[in-house]
């Protein structure tokens, strides 16, 4: 399978929005879930959200919920990520990953991009 490729990053203000995309055409059929994932610097990887790749079951971390938003454009096998009211916190390298079961673990996850950094400056 071809893995997922994450863009979008940038450095970017306190209060600034970003959109973060992941192309997966290339795993998205194998996929039941996928989720977007953050490693701050000097930390372990940890769940922003998970979704399921059929619509419908959305789970944010309570630091972004109300913040950030997924969707997808199930055409054309790209999710996103927006990202509003970044806080400085919020910085780290963001992951796109899929698997097939509900899960916040990163193990849990068998397809994995690259990663795009964010930036959020105070």
């Known amino acids: 399978q071809v893995p997922p490729v994450e863009s979008g990053g940038e450095s970017v203000q306190t209060g600034g929005s970003l959109r973060l995309s992941c192309a997966a055409s290339?795993?998205?059929?194998?996929?039941?879930?996928m989720g977007w994932f953050r490693r701050a610097p000097g930390k372990e990887r940890e769940a922003v959200v998970i979704?399921?790749?059929?619509?419908?079951?959305?789970h944010y971390v309570a630091s972004v919920e109300g913040r950030f938003t997924s969707s997808q454009d199930s055409a054309k096998d790209t999710f996103f990520l927006q990202m509003t009211s970044l806080k400085p916190e919020d910085t780290g390298m963001y992951f796109c990953a899929f698997g097939q079961y509900f899960s916040i673990l990163p193990e849990d996850f068998t397809y994995w991009g690259q990663g795009t950094q964010v930036t959020v400056s105070s």
């Open positions: 290339g795993v998205v059929g194998y996929s039941n879930y």
């Open positions: 979704s399921s790749t059929l619509g419908g079951h959305i």
